[in-house]
């Protein structure tokens, strides 16, 4: 039986399960009547949620359940982190739902068990508990990707990602049984030990087991070659949906990524460090420049999202403390400028998301200054401007990869990111060079929610790049990597 001390370093899961239960109990009550009370119910239980993730690392930190959950910096992290992601997106999604005719506890009763899920893959230490906490996150979002069910292109991005889903998810779970049958256990730590003594021809069955579970990861975080799916889901999910699909789940699996490759399997890190660095150089280039081609808004984002996940890669095959913590920052900046030029999207896309071409941004900067302003300062983040959370994401993942000889990496990276710069200022120049088109003309003025979601987010990001260091350290202190 758990005792106290394991059921309160589980605190943060519990509170947004109950929570969720709740919404869905609640539905009958306030349908069509009250909907906004979700998105209320919905803050506070993330609130709640984020109270304990700090209470319990502050207060208790260490193991529960036999050592299957780890409460420490690194899960703290990503705890807050995946619930931030949430608080993001339901800002928005009150004036999105409702424009849509949408709104039932549903929606959030399903984010709230899909960051759930994220917060336990986060805090495992077993490899058991990562797949629980794999398939809780993946499931709800599924079923998020195709949440406006009268939307055909909604129904096809849910099963889209639910097919290719389970794919990946096979993948990782071939490797998990083959990590089982070479040393006898689950625990990230004890395998770690296990492979450092192991004879070459388990360390064959190990390296494959590393390969599979690559992919599987890989997929979550719509890494090359495995990102095939982002660009139709998110064109597809409902805009708020996207935008917390390219943050939270992706930083979860990074989390566990982190985790399972900078633990149990640094012994072998020279062996998985060549194939994080190709699928590094693939993601950029890939995603960049199939981003150059795009006009429509959310797959322009959608490959943007490819090719900022081969800059976290740059950061894992680096294999070394400070690329942990690059990594960690540049998620956490990653998370405010993303869902900030998300919400924006959503804000002008209108009822049954009509206006999602670049062009229909044009005037947004005269009819709507606040609105452009907060967008300039999420796209200039995601360039890498200076003073901004995307110039030193990006300045300590390449100075980490510069540390451990990586050059060639972080200048083909550079050379990316440059590449970066020309579909993104595309955007600003339609937004204050092009007279005021149809969808600025009809976007409502903004409600309390989306300036929220707005202004949250950019002060976010400045933050991160006037005041990065203080993020930095705990990242640092928090690193996985055990010497």
């Known amino acids: 039986m758990p005792g106290s001390t394991d059921l309160i370093r589980f605190l943060p899961e519990t509170i947004l399960t ?134 055909k292109r ?75 799916w982002a660009p139709d889901v998110y064109q597809g999910a409902p805009t708020p949906v996207a935008a917390f699909l390219s943050a939270g789940p992706k930083a979860a699996a990074f989390a566990v990524f982190l985790r399972i490759f900078m633990t149990a399997f640094e012994p072998i890190g020279p062996s998985w460090q060549k194939l994080v660095w190709i699928s590094a150089l693939l993601s950029m280039t890939i995603g960049n420049f199939a981003a150059l081609l795009q006009n429509n808004v959310k797959r322009l984002l959608a490959y943007s999202s490819i090719a900022h996940a081969g800059y976290v890669l740059v950061a894992v095959a680096s294999r070394s403390d400070a690329g942990a913590a690059a990594a960690m920052f540049y998620l956490a900046a990653y998370a405010f400028m993303n869902i900030g030029a ?46 901004t959370g995307g110039f030193f994401g990006k300045f300590y993942i390449f100075k980490a990869a ?30 204050y060079m092009y007279e005021p088109g149809e969808a600025v003309s009809e976007a409502e003025p903004l409600s309390l929610g989306l300036a929220a979601a707005l202004i949250l987010p950019a002060l976010g990001t400045l933050l991160l790049g006037i005041y990065p260091t203080w993020v930095l350290n705990f990242a640092g202190k928090s690193s996985p990597l055990i010497h």
């Open 154 to 228: 909604a129904n096809e991005a849910s099963l889209k990602y639910f097919l290719l889903g389970s794919f990946a998810t096979a993948f990782f779970l071939y490797g998990v049984a083959l990590i089982y049958g070479t040393t006898g256990t689950l625990n990230l730590t004890t395998v770690r030990a296990a492979v450092s003594t192991q004879n070459t021809p388990n360390l064959i069955f190990t390296g494959v087991a590393a390969a599979l579970m690559f992919v599987g990861l890989g997929f979550k975080v719509s890494a090359s070659p495995f990102q095939i």
């Open 402 to 431: 510069l540390e451990q000889h990586l050059v060639w990496l972080t200048v083909l990276g550079l050379l990316n990111s440059a590449v970066a710069a020309y579909y993104y200022l595309r955007i600003l120049v339609v937004m």
């Open 342 to 387: 998300f919400a924006v999207v959503s804000h002008l896309s209108g009822k049954g998301e009509r206006y999602l071409s670049v062009d229909d941004f044009a005037g947004l900067g005269q009819k709507q200054p606040l609105t452009a302003a907060m967008l300039s300062i999420f796209l200039l983040s995601l360039i890498g401007v200076p003073l």
């Open 18 to 151: 109950i929570f969720g239960t709740l919404l869905m109990i609640l539905d009958p009550i306030f349908h069509r009547r009250s909907s906004k009370a979700f998105g209320h119910l919905t803050l506070l239980g993330l609130l709640a949620g984020i109270a304990a993730s700090a209470w319990v690392y502050l207060t208790n930190p260490g193991t529960a359940f036999g050592g299957m959950i780890v409460v420490d910096g690194f899960a703290t992290f990503f705890r807050v982190l995946v619930m931030g992601v949430g608080i993001l997106t339901v800002l928005p999604s009150y004036g999105f739902l409702a424009r849509q005719d949408a709104e039932t506890s549903e929606y959030h009763a399903l984010l709230l068990f899909s960051i759930a899920g994220q917060g336990l893959m986060a805090a495992s230490n077993d490899l058991i508990m990562v797949f629980i906490g794999l398939e809780i996150s993946s499931i709800a979002s599924y079923v998020l990707a195709g949440y406006l069910r009268d939307d």
